[in-house]
């Protein structure tokens, strides 16, 4: 047989595409996590795959803090809690002899977290209340564009997950709508999702407080009371599932105990569902923590994720890189 | 000049191509409100125009009783609460000589309303609770494929506006994510408002009860609790919407005093917004009522569109049709 210039061409251009086809995934290391990722979504989504799961119920749940993005020394929205009992101070001279507000103004970042859950959510109440949604949503803006993480010096938006931002972007190019849903306040994640994650907000689910209708001269507001509306963790959220989205996910990521009540529910679906924890195990390149971890413990979780199969990733040896500022 | 035959296939296509360009909106009768809806989109969706809205952006709020779908004698999700007693009468023999139970057995339907708002709720909470999310779906499921209207003899999911559905797939054509944001209840409307309106659950917000996450049987479900969870009503439609959204709207839609605050708090954003009521002034087709109306007023809200101009469509004079099943 005789081979044509064009059959030659042809064959080059083949050889050509596959050589540069993207690897979705570029900073997964080859492994069972990522093999079991790619081959969970192009079972649901093939056409004619008994898996097969139409476009509009592709719906995948993330957790926010430790799953997108770092939530060690202490969880982001602390610091921007702790940074606010400084900016609020002036107005509150009460707070330089009251606790825990004078240990936070000396510096005490652990005094924030000294009074348990109660004493968090009274803290919250005082720094995240009192103001319309507006006026909240550009403290958050103005906060998230400067502060910086206290170990690497970056901006938190950059303390992001360079595979979990890939994770994303792949699962909305197979037809997925992805929704965050974490313990984390939803008026604090709104304003930078979309921008950091391409989330947008009406697909960011989160605790929240209560929010008030009223006319402030003439002018339409919703105030920010300070009581709490909802609790988007544990149980809560299934509920915050069911309330926001109201249907069920087909995949869902966690890192913690707070998540297994999501992913039980993800995976009590009928038909095919993939659930996945990230496990904390690089101390080198980030944080190593789990078990005994008192405000991120992953220890139910994993045994769970052992006897169903479920993914867990190891951020040592799954991933090229943990975060895009990393050569 | 000489023209030649691909000159005049040229014309003849153009023409074509006029004479075809279907209408978006064949049941809107020409004339103000039909102008005003698309003189406004052409303006928000044109690059370069100084009222550009970038699509994420493009929200769209519609009510759901009186203006999706018809509202009287009495509103749908009430025939449906009517039909639960039925159902649920042999597991509860106390309401035979219970009121209001023991009147609408007997086929009163005005009983249902006797008890005012606060008698509403506790019928609610007899008859919408106590069943996992799963088996309240499936009961609305069954209930609307069969329910008629007691004029027409149509489906209530026939009673829905033509000219409004129009309008659903012309805006989402336009870019627009449209939302209903009902005081009806959010789990009565899910599970037909994909199908018949095009709207995902996920943008269905409504009233709504507490709902709790339990093992049964091993088996993770939520349960529907007899306590009211949220309000989507007057006041809570903008808290509804700054909820479940996150984002003001550009466009808003109702037809009663109920919807006057999602209006204002759209109207109230900066750059472009559109306000409409739906006008039930269509006694022959439909139903006539207005500023007396006990269930659905529209009284201050005709006042309030006419000092700012919002659109007010007339549904005798606006719509050449209201129902898809007349001729």
């Not at 909240?136 to 970056?154: C, L, R």
């Not at 604090?188 to 929010?211: D, H, I, L, N």
């Amino acid at each position: 047989m005789k081979i044509s210039p064009m059959r030659i061409l042809f064959a080059l251009l083949l050889f050509a595409t596959a050589a540069f086809a993207a690897d979705p995934l570029p900073s997964w290391s080859d492994g069972p996590a990522k093999q079991s990722i790619i081959t969970f979504v192009a079972k649901v989504t093939t056409a004619g795959s008994p898996d097969f799961v139409p476009v509009p119920e592709r719906i995948a749940t993330f957790d926010n803090d430790g799953t997108l993005w770092c939530e060690k020394p202490i969880p982001v929205q602390l610091y921007f809690l702790l940074d606010r009992v400084k900016a609020l101070a002036p107005q509150h001279p009460e707070w330089k002899t009251t606790e825990p507000f004078a240990s936070i103004l000396k510096g005490d970042t652990k005094a924030a977290l000294a009074g348990g859950e109660r004493g968090l959510l009274e803290l919250i109440m005082a720094t995240h209340t009192g103001n319309t949604t507006e006026e909240f949503e550009q403290i958050v803006k103005d906060w998230i564009s400067t502060a910086k993480h206290p170990k690497t010096g970056k901006l938190y938006t950059e303390m992001t997950y360079q595979p979990m931002l890939e994770l994303l972007a792949y699962l909305r190019a197979n037809g997925f709508k992805t929704f965050i849903v974490s313990g984390g306040g939803i008026e604090f994640m709104r304003p930078w999702a979309e921008r950091v994650y391409g989330v947008p907000p009406e697909q960011v689910v989160g605790s929240s407080v209560k929010t008030k209708f009223e006319m402030r001269d003439g002018k339409p507001v919703l105030l920010r009371l300070p009581e709490v509306n909802f609790i988007d963790d544990k149980g809560g959220k299934p509920v915050g599932i069911n309330e926001h989205i109201g249907r069920r996910p087909v995949m869902a990521f966690g890192n913690s105990d707070g998540d297994l009540q999501m992913l039980q529910y993800t995976r009590a679906g009928s038909g095919a569902r993939f659930c996945l924890y990230v496990h904390h195990d690089d101390a080198a390149r980030e944080y190593a923590y789990d078990r005994k971890d008192a405000l991120a413990r992953l220890d139910q979780g994993l045994d769970e994720a052992a006897v169903k199969g479920w993914t867990v990733v190891s951020m040592k040896n799954d991933w090229k890189r943990i975060f895009a500022f990393e050569k």
